[in-house]
DNA sequence: ATACGACCTCCAGCTACTGTAGGTTCAAGA
DNA sequence: TCTTGAACCTACAGTAGCTGGAGGTCGTAT
């Protein structure tokens, strides 16, 4: 039986953030001590371990409670769960993308700036006017 | 003289995220009409555009605000500005290099798995055992 | 005069945690 | 057995950067 703590620290997680997981039902409450203090045993250690390994692949608590579930259920199709994975490799693929175009933008305005004044700063010209842009970046966010 | 709700539609903002823009100070308050609606000029028009362009960027809000401090300034030297610039530059770059392992890693898990039950599903079981991966991906988020 | 859209303030909610306050439990050492 | 101190408990607030809603007011066209 583990403590909150070891179960922390063999998981690579804070204290806080596996109450919040309990909290919100992706990890289910465990049993306590007499004392009311929280054990777990390798069945949690294993659950926390996915939990936390997907997110270290970038996949939202959504998709990874629906990740979960399926895992529970090994007789089902893993369609689904394949399409959660190309979803996630798909917003990976469209993040990049959205980065690369931002890194070509900053690079210039870096390189351009050839120091001084701020009234001559290539890096706020740009800022202050997009036609000075090579690449589009309409969304926000990321 | 503009209203918020034409200040939002030239600068593709919401009108909620321009009083938000306000409230943080990252605006100054406007002029008001006799009836307490805010009332916006050209330089409103330009700082807004200057706070979009930047967020679309990827530049955040604290960055924003010490730029348009910067920009405020026509005689203090550029070189802040240049390096919140490149402090950006690296951040991005970073975060392509981290999504392109999770890339790889997520390609890899879907291209492997070959559908059937979730017990024999390759994406399941590249979660629930990181020893499966190629790369390490330490920290979380993103 | 009235209708209707755009405006107002205030507040709650989103993701995924993280931190703090104030109190209790556990385990080891004296 | 008693004491100490770390680790635990609950509950709540705060982070970034908005977004949406409720309930009420303003502006303007007819
Ligand atoms: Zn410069
Ligand atoms: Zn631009
Ligand atoms: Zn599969
Ligand atoms: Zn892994």
Redesign the interface.
Request: charged share 25%; aromatic share 2%; with cysteine.
């Given at each position: 039986m583990l403590t909150i703590g070891t179960l922390a620290k063999k998981t690579?997680t804070k204290v806080q953030t596996i109450r919040y997981y309990e909290q919100i039902g992706l990890l289910p409450e465990p049993g306590r001590s007499s004392g009311g203090q929280r054990r777990y045993g390798d069945a949690e250690l294993?659950r926390l371990?996915?939990v936390?390994?997907?997110?270290?692949?970038?996949f939202s608590l959504e998709a990874i409670r629906e990740?979960l579930d399926?895992?529970d259920?090994?007789?089902?199709?893993?369609?689904e769960?394949?399409a959660?994975?190309?979803r996630?490799?798909k917003q990976?693929?469209q993040?990049?993308a959205r980065?690369?175009a931002?890194?070509t933008?900053?690079?210039r305005?870096?390189h351009e700036?050839s120091?001084?004044?701020?009234?001559?700063?290539r890096?706020?010209e740009v800022?202050?006017d997009?036609s000075e842009c090579l690449t589009n970046?309409?969304?926000?966010?990321?």
């Open positions: 690579g294993d371990s996915f936390r390994h997907a997110r270290q692949l970038g990740l399926l895992s259920h090994p007789d089902k199709s893993c369609a769960a394949d959660i994975a190309r996630q490799l990976v693929e993040r990049i980065l690369e931002l890194q933008e900053l690079k305005m870096v700036c120091g001084g004044h701020t009234a001559d700063c890096v706020l800022l202050r997009h970046h309409e969304e926000i966010g990321g």
